[in-house]
Every structure is written in C-alpha cells, then in structure tokens.
C-alpha cells in the first residue's frame, strides 16, 4: 500500500511559479512510475505530467509542455512538479499518483494510488 501526500499548492499570480511536492510512503517507491494530474470545478481530472521509475523519461500534456518540469528525488521518495508562467487556466486541484509498472502513462486508469490533492489558484 502507497500512501501520497501532495504540498506546495498556494495562491500566485499569473506569470509566477510554485513547485509542487508529492512524498510518498514505503521503499518501493523507486520502482513505480509516477504522474500528475489536476482537476478544475466541474471539469475532468486531467492528465499534467508523468515519470518513469528510473530512466528519466517524461511526457507533459500539450497545455504545460514547455511550462512545467516534472522531476523525481527517489532517496528522498518525492516527486516535484515545478510550474513556471503560470496562467489563470492552471487553477485546479493538481493530484499525485503512482504507479506500480515502471513506464510512464498519461491515463487515470493507469495509475493505482492517489495523493489527496493540493489547490492551485492562480490570479490574474
């Protein structure tokens, strides 16, 4: 059993950064791919951000390529999102999960644990 606590979230204003952390329990951590998700009132969870277990291998969603950086410490058992320019179009409860397969995936149904989300409001 994983258990994935998201922090970090926070109020900015357009054009500003937060970095997101996700600490996750157990020493199988470094095993597990890992992604972000988020969700905006009344709309979908959507896919943010995802890592392999340990090759590096990432891919971004379209909306947050060039953006967002999605990164992971495995002695420290955290991955991070770090979100720059952000825009008022990123406000949502941004979700960590894991995954038990090592390979990244970009779909809800991919991944088996969930974080409780932390909220992101970006002003404009």
């Known amino acids: 059993q994983v258990q994935l606590v998201e922090s970090g979230g926070g109020s900015v204003q357009a054009g500003g950064s937060l970095r997101l952390s996700c600490a996750a329990s157990g020493r199988t951590f470094s095993n597990y791919a890992m992604g972000w998700f988020r969700q905006a009132p009344g709309k979908e969870r959507e896919f943010v951000a995802t890592?392999?277990?340990?090759?590096?291998?990432?891919h971004y969603a379209d909306s947050v390529k060039g953006r967002f950086i999605i990164s992971r410490d495995n002695a420290k058992h955290t991955v991070y999102l770090q979100m720059n320019s952000l825009k008022p179009e990123d406000t949502a409860v941004y979700y960590c999960?894991?995954?038990?397969?090592?390979?990244?995936?970009?779909?809800?149904?991919?991944?088996?644990?969930w974080g409780q989300g932390t909220q992101v409001t970006v002003s404009s």
């Open positions: 999960a894991a995954r038990t397969l090592a390979t990244i995936a970009i779909v809800k149904g991919a991944y088996d644990y």
């Open positions: 890592i392999s277990s340990s090759t590096g291998i990432t």
